[in-house]
Nanobody, 122 residues
Framework: QVHVVESGGGLVQAGGSLRLSCAAS????????MGWHRQAPGKQRESVAR???????KYADSVKGRFTISRDSAKNTAYLQMNSLEPEDTAVYYC????????????????WGQGTQVTVSS
């Protein structure tokens, strides 16, 4: 079983920054990708960013150039540095630790955290 815990959400003004953390524990030997999704009120959950154990990153177009995902493998922790935040970034952010199929580039297994609220005021 994989246990995932997020932290770092909060309230920030537009243009500000926040850093989210995501720690994975438990049976993590097969985990090769960590990432973030978000869900805004009334909207579908969307992928934000992910990073593989090899350091390959992928971002949603809406956050490219503003968000940076990184990973400390020794701590089994991923970070999402969010800069130039916009009111449209307001959402609950969910972290996952999962297994990425290298042939399809799809995440075939994911264990999710409880989510952390990010609110950006205008």
């Amino acid at each position: 079983q994989v246990h995932v815990v997020e932290s770092g959400g909060g309230l920030v003004q537009a243009g500000g920054s926040l850093r989210l953390s995501c720690a994975a524990s438990g049976s993590i030997s097969s985990i090769n990708v960590m990432g973030w999704h978000r869900q805004a009120p009334g909207k579908q959950r969307e992928s934000v960013a992910r990073i593989t154990s090899g350091g390959t990153t992928k971002y949603a177009d809406s956050v490219k150039g503003r968000f940076t995902i990184s990973r400390d493998s020794a701590k089994n922790t991923a970070y999402l540095q969010m800069n130039s935040l916009e009111p449209e970034d307001t959402a609950v952010y969910y972290c996952y630790a999962g297994i990425l199929n290298p042939k399809t580039a799809l995440v075939t297994f994911a264990s999710w955290g409880q989510g952390t609220q990010v609110t950006v005021s205008s």
